[in-house]
């Protein structure tokens, strides 16, 4: 153990944010971290029931698709553990799944009403109390206990995880940096969870604009362990907000075994090698990507995976008529999936990858009902429920602007979204997510003929990505719409020049194969 770590060991105990950390009935177990754990029982049920624990917290950092059967015998072998009910209570919220949500909530409250809190240690009942912040809708509240136990006890890797999701899904980037930048120390580097720290550190570094840093940490975590894919995924995002998307693609494909199958974030970094792809220019090779792992039909139909498969569309949807009409009949059965779900106002971030899914389809009508029906939600008080500020405050303004847009009525998608754009954040998601919102408002600018607007958010956005041929074509477009013919030739063919070193030729990887490449389970094959 480090003499960080050590120090850390020692003074934790101590308790911080109001927790007396040394309360509760001692069981005599305590986890890889040196944590205390109770009501596991003894004897060979407690120590399965420890075992399930790590294995549980193991899939979790690694984003393993057994998290939740490992918690489901956790609970079985020993259903009085607290740590066992929270961790089923966070794994109802962690998708964003609203039925998943209202079924953990039952479960949550019968254990709840015959538990006896004397039994648990001050950590476990902080636990408890964050899962039943979240469950009442109040995620403020949970990640501000889970960061008071990361505090208190900072290699409570369970706390630093789900805080972690936390701050992805507020849009907090300094908390989703400082939370666990701040539990680093008391770590020892030898640990098996020292690398996805060091993943999720590096995700916030790269949310908070920390990118040289960002990447140095993330690709140390991959170093470590080649299948940490929330890893991956840091890296892979440094990498898209600096505009190197065909570096981007060169280090996806040398990982395709690790990250392309078989763990909870295939799908999304799928969207990721896309999203390279679609800056190339490589159109066709970014629809049999969706076709072969973002199609509703071949994925799982939860509401992260919907809502990548939304944003990869709506930026065709933004797009000339020769891209709107490469997608094809593809928006109907989005549509379709998203409205088969019935879901009500759970998370604001989902509620507008809905709604570009229905317009996209052409349901405005649909579209319209979704709005209807947040609005009247949103019009009476639910204190404490966080996304209910997400719904009235940005997600309803979003939603009015993409049903704006696609009406042409680009001036008022225009006045919706600029004056929220320094906050779309707060409802969640990440830049690159974000980045639909953006472009939807540029283009609005560019059709509304706000040119002075257009200029300025290009401007901005060649600031940060330079490299970007999309940026570069919107260039083009504003030299052609101020009549400076020469100077959007000189954007068209620097835009060419930047896109060229990611497309693919047909004899390197053709379509049949980069098809058959992106399928889930292709590697196992």
Sequence with gaps: MSAHARASADTSVAGAGGFAAGSGRPSGRRDRHGLELSGLGSGEAGEAAATWYESAVDSLLFFRGDVAESVAELRRVAPDAPLGQAFAAYLGLLGTEESQAAAARQEFARFRAAADDGACTAREQAHLTA???????????AGAVLREIAVAWPRDALALAVGHQIDFFTGNAAALRDRIAGALTAWDEEDPHYGPLLGMLGFGLEESGHYARAEETARAAVERQPGDVWGIHAVVHTLEMQGRFAEGLRFLDARRREWGDDNMMAVHNWWHYALYALEAGDTHRVLEIYDAALDPAVTSGLALELLDASSLLWRFHLGGDDDRAAVGDRWAPLADAWAARRDGPHYAFNDTHAVMACLGAGRVREAEALLADREEWATHPHPGVT?????????????RALVAFTQERYEDAVDLLFPLRGRFATFGGSHAQRDAVQRTLLEAALRAGRLDLARTLLSERLALRPTSPYNWLGQARLADAVGRSALAATARERAA?????????????????????AAPGAEAR
């Design 387 to 399: 996304n209910h500020t997400m719904t009235a405050e940005i997600g309803l303004p979003v939603c």
């Design 497 to 517: 020049a930047l896109a060229a070193p990611g497309r693919r030729s047909a004899q390197d990887d053709g379509p049949a194969a980069a098809a058959e490449s």
């Design 131 to 141: 899962a039943a912040a979240w469950l009442d809708g109040d995620i403020a509240r």
